[in-house]
């Protein structure tokens, strides 16, 4: 870790930079209007009323810290252009200067990402280090939702990277603290929750002042948590808070499927429904809009498979975590602990209720630190980044992103499987370039001996995404025009959650092995 | 000659191999561009493109020049309104006016090859979107999806011609360097800031017509003489501009014919190439005499004046000193002009006369270019695209040319960009062109070692120099001009950038003459060091 490396991820960071401010007139989603409302909301209205307010349909459903962080950043947002921060008048107000100012507030708060990415790369080797520096910071699906789509998840990301880094050198304490700051932040990463627990319960408190760290952590856990929700509790606020967090009003499924086990499921019901009818002339009482439900509406409850409550999600997303915690328990190793969090995330998207497509980012950048480190995690981590990025394609809809998302797609594929070709020796081609081998006769012990990063079956499952594309671009318009708008989204979704499934049962192997 | 600069080549190759690389890669083992075999390069080299090419298309995101501002719009509009001509009118009225060809609202004054490239364009968009090119009626047509589509049309272009010319180049002409120069040398020529910035962003098609001179360069130097007359005289029909490299064809090919056994057959065999060409060019117009001379008219715009806006070159520079345009009428300075030009572009054409060198044409094109920039009749600022592509030809041999033209280069273009709202790509390439030349790499410039680079290494120099621009950049962003002074600051920073210039093209000038013909350069450098 020496200036060299700073240097290193300085550039990096600086050539990233340079890129998202290229992108600062791309497209952005709702969440831009709903992250300016928050700065508006945070700006003009006493802390009593943040999430009791109704003045825009973005009403305020983060948790505490984000909504301080929103009213950091509305201080320089009311210098900059008081427009934006006014309640009434601000609302859409989507001129030049609000872009700029909220595209640089993501880009200034990636400063943590970095900040994390440093504490987490000086645990491994120098080459590993700046590999894992490029593949995080250039990672399409980081730049797809936070600097086109619009969103801050990097500095999350940092945050979390902070705390898995103090985690793996031992430092449960600080590693603790973290999380329950970045809980704060967002409550979607409560998910890993579970093992953090258990994790810290067997590694943390044990040996003979037990009890005794339990309570540090404990209060540590609750100061910090009190920080946040302190002041609400103070004004009455809670239960408003909890309903904005947990709106269990909402459905199963987004409005876009994530490609999740639920994206199946669906389609499973959906086809029986249709089977039954063709075959068995069995009219099920279909509920209104029914195919295209999942995708317009919110929740529509299954015509022939049995319905999934919050509870039965709950009781899955549990049990499929079941054996990491059981591990843990077992054997709370600090060596293992990344990956278990990445696992609880994996489980998490798989199994969750309502989950977004874009939670798959939860997996996948923390989980290319373990890719850096072993051949078995960096093939799954290019088959998993390429998944997840594609599948977060139907986000940039508009066509004049649409080679940039390719591009991107392509590019960072490219550049990780010559990273990891070079880390891992591997070579190209499982059948063997004669040419290239006779080429040069240094190459031979290497490519030889080592498994490809692409197997057939990855191989031939991402050749099945080019498919899938082009059937959506080109010839499902060419078939049926305008109709049938959600078919390519649905497919995408269930072609995506097929090659989450390979991923999460692959991980779960991996858990189960190690 | 030929198989001496080859040798000499190898030699330092060996050399460096020897000396810095291996030494470099031992004192840092862990990261190096990561490909070591055959395909990993080849890859390595998609993924540059790759990179250039998303670039591209981040600048397409942007405004293009005169985007919603009627009646006149920009740049963009002229190239859409030429699809629209090209596509409904009948070839011959293309350079006519005619009730359906109002010259006076953007009319064709490029060569035949950009009227062809309009047309082919054209039916594309007329196929997809007919609106956008409809006769008459789409004057002003701006929506998304045009834009999308006119983006594009640049785009591919870019694709098709720049980028297989770059790679061509740096093949043929860096056939010796190891892999991580190569790599690079096309980083360096593909993400030129100037040459993204002017086409992708403010709209035009550069791209061809330098693409094809870096082809007609790629073939020069790689003795492939007639493809080089042939990409060459494609390149002048696209754009007239390309003339500005012509001294130095001209030179370095007399040059080498004088060397054969039968010279006046080298010149004869050259000049039926170039002549084919361009007769197949401008088959359309010459039926008669008048017509070509119509379309010949159209290509020089006397009436326009000395030089259009703020241009950083010799006669606006010394403008704020000289009222060029008020003591002289537009015949005398159109004379004085061409004199000016031939007299500045005369030192490098004798050079390559005498010794025709592939590392002195490369010079040479950048010489006489910069001359032509300097000096000649009606002269844009988007004109620096050609120095600029020489240099970055040259980017291993002379870097610290590179490190100094292309920022000022991109800087000169500033008022231009500003105007077009191109102030944030602006100074993110700017600042990923600085970042790129501080990649992390594991050779050194062997060749930059000698007396003269020593100036630019200054850092004191480099630092003023910098300093200067920055408090010119805040003056010109923040400071209100007085108001009879309204384009004070422009004029500070053209005159700024024209001084940087004068002394490249000064420097460019001894380095041409300090390297007397293949292979002995080696030799006289080594002693140096």
């Known amino acids: 870790m020496g200036a060299a490396d700073l240097q290193y991820l300085l550039w990096l960071v600086g050539i990233a930079t340079c890129v998202k401010v290229l992108l600062v007139p791309a497209y952005h989603s709702t969440d831009f209007e709903v992250h300016r409302h928050w700065l508006a909301i945070t700006h003009s209205l006493p802390l009593k009323e943040w999430y009791s307010d109704e003045s825009s349909q973005w009403t305020l459903d983060y948790p505490p810290f984000f909504a301080f962080f929103e009213r950091f950043l509305a201080i320089f947002a009311s210098w900059f252009d008081p427009q934006i921060v006014d309640l009434v008048n601000g609302q859409n107000y989507a001129v030049r200067s609000v872009v700029l100012f909220q595209r640089g507030t993501v880009m200034a708060a990636d400063l943590v990402l970095y900040w994390g990415l440093w504490e987490i790369g000086s645990g491994l080797s120098r080459m590993r280090r700046r590999i894992l520096y490029l593949v995080v910071i250039f990672s399409p699906g980081l730049l797809i939702v936070d600097h086109i789509h619009f969103q801050y998840n990097g500095f999350l990301f940092g945050i979390l990277f902070l705390s898995l880094a103090a985690m793996r050198d031992g430092n449960d304490l600080l590693g603790g603290i973290y999380f329950a700051a970045l809980v704060c932040f967002k409550h979607l990463f409560a998910i890993a929750g579970p093992i953090y627990f258990v994790y810290i319960l067997r590694h943390y408190c044990k040996g003979p002042q037990k009890i005794a760290r339990f309570c540090i952590m404990a209060s540590a856990v609750i100061s910090i948590v009190a920080l946040a929700f302190g002041p609400f509790l103070y004004h009455g606020q809670m239960p408003q808070l909890m309903k904005r967090l947990f709106p269990f009003g909402r459905g199963l499924c987004h409005a876009y499927w994530a490609p999740n086990v639920w994206a199946l499921y669906s389609t499973g019901d959906k086809s029986a429904t249709v089977v039954m009818r ?34 039965v999600s709950a009781i899955l997303v549990i049990g499929s975590m079941m054996p990491c915690l059981v591990q843990a328990w077992r054997k709370p190793v600090p060596n293992a602990f990344i990956r278990w969090v990445v696992y609880t995330f994996t489980c998490g998207f798989m199994f969750g209720w309502h989950v977004h497509e874009k939670a798959s980012l939860h997996m ?18 290019l088959f998993l980044s390429v998944v997840s990025t594609y599948s977060l ?42 040419k290239a081998k006779a080429a040069s006769n240094t190459e031979l ?36 025009g305008g109709s049938f708008p959600f078919v390519p989204l649905m497919l995408t979704s269930v072609y995506c959650a097929l090659g989450m499934t390979y991923y999460w049962l692959d991980q779960l192997h991996m858990v189960l092995s190690s | 000659m030929l198989e001496f600069a080859k040798e000499a080549r190898i030699w330092r190759m060996a050399e460096e191999d020897e000396t810095t690389v291996r030494h470099a890669y031992k004192e840092s083992p862990s990261w190096s561009w990561p490909a070591t075999t055959s395909m990993q390069r080849k890859f390595s080299f998609g993924a540059i493109c790759g990179f250039a090419l998303l670039l591209r298309m981040m600048l397409s995101l942007q405004p293009y020049s005169g985007a919603g501002v009627a009646p006149k719009y920009g740049d963009y509009e002229a190239q859409r309104h030429w699809m629209e001509i090209t596509v409904h009118t009948p070839v011959k009225e293309w350079y006519v006016n005619t009730t359906n060809n109002d010259l006076r609202y953007w009319g064709l004054d490029y060569p035949p090859l950009t009227a062809y490239q309009s ?24 929506d998304a999806r045009s834009k999308f589509l006119m983006r594009w049309t640049v785009l591919s272009s870019d694709i098709l011609v720049f980028f297989p010319a770059a790679l061509a180049f740096v093949s043929l002409y860096y056939k010796l360097a190891i892999f991580e120069e190569q790599a690079w040398a096309l980083s360096m020529i593909l993400l ?3 040459l993204i910035l002017i086409d992708h962003g403010h709209f035009q098609f550069n791209c061809i017509s330098l693409g094809l001179a870096a082809g007609a360069a790629a073939a020069v130097v790689s003795r492939h003489e007639l493809v080089a007359c042939v990409l060459y005289s494609l390149s002048l029909n696209h754009k007239q501009m390309s003339a500005y490299y012509a001294p130095a064809f001209f030179a370095h090919l007399l040059g080498r014919c004088i060397q054969r056994r039968s010279p006046v057959f080298g010149v004869v065999k050259l000049g039926i190439m170039v002549l084919t060409t361009f007769t197949i060019c401008w088959w359309p117009f010459l039926s008669s005499r008048h017509s070509a001379l119509q379309v010949l008219n159209r290509l020089a715009p006397f009436e326009r004046g000395l030089y259009e806006d703020y241009v950083a070159n010799f006669w606006c520079g010394t403008s704020m000193l000289i009222k060029w345009k008020q003591l002289f009428s537009v015949p005398v300075l159109a004379r004085l002009a061409l004199g000016a030009t031939i007299t500045a572009a005369l030192p490098s054409m004798v050079q390559q006369i005498r010794a025709p060198s592939a590392r002195g044409f490369l010079l040479a094109m ?35 040319l590179l490190q100094w033209l292309v920022p000022y280069a991109v800087v000169s273009m500033l008022p231009l960009l500003r105007r077009d709202d191109l102030v944030l790509p602006y100074f993110a390439l700017l600042a990923l062109f600085f970042l790129l030349l501080k990649c992390p790499r594991h050779f050194e410039y062997k060749i930059a070692e000698d007396k003269l680079i020593k100036i630019f290494r200054a850092p004191i120099l480099r630092n003023c120099s910098l300093a200067g621009a920055a408090i010119l950049h805040l003056l010109y962003f923040y400071v209100q001009p007085p108001p009879r002074y309204s384009f004070l600051f422009e004029a500070f920073i053209t005159s700024y950038c024209f001084a940087h210039f004068l002394v490249l093209f000064i420097y460019a000038n001894c380095k041409q003459w300090y390297v007397p013909g293949d292979g002995q350069w080696v030799s006289s450098s080594k002693k140096i060091n």
């Open chain 1, 364 to 381: 996948v950048i923390p989980f290319s630190v373990l890719a850096v480190e072993r051949l078995e995690d960096a093939r799954a981590f």
């Open chain 2, 119 to 142: 047309w082919i364009h054209g039916r594309i968009i007329h196929a997809l979107e007919p609106a956008a090119v409809a006769l008459n009626t789409s004057r002003g047509h701006e």
């Open chain 1, 445 to 480: 012990n290497v490519q030889e001996t080592v498994k490809p990063l692409i197997g057939p079956v990855e191989g031939a499952y991402l050749g099945g995404i080019m498919v899938i594309e082009i059937y959506g671009q080109c010839f499902h318009p060419l078939f049926f």
């Open chain 1, 278 to 311: 063709k075959l068995f002339g069995v009219y099920i009482d279909r509920p209104k809009a029914g195919l295209t439900g999942g995708l317009v509406g919110d929740f529509t409850p299954y015509a022939v498979f049995p319905q999934i409550t919050p509870i």
């Open chain 2, 192 to 194: 030129q800031p100037a």
């Open chain 2, 366 to 400: 950048l010489n006489s270019s910069f001359a032509f920039y300097f000096f000649s009749f009606q002269v844009h600022e988007k004109s620096v695209l050609l120095p600029l592509l020489p240099a970055t030809l040259l980017a291993l041999e002379e870097p610290g």
């Open chain 1, 393 to 434: 394609f139907p986000l940039l809809f508009e066509s004049k992103e649409y080679p940039i998302k390719v591009t991107l797609l392509l590019l960072y594929a490219l550049v990780i499987w010559l990273n990891f070709s070079q880390l891992f020796g591997t070579s190209t081609k499982d059948s063997g370039d004669l």
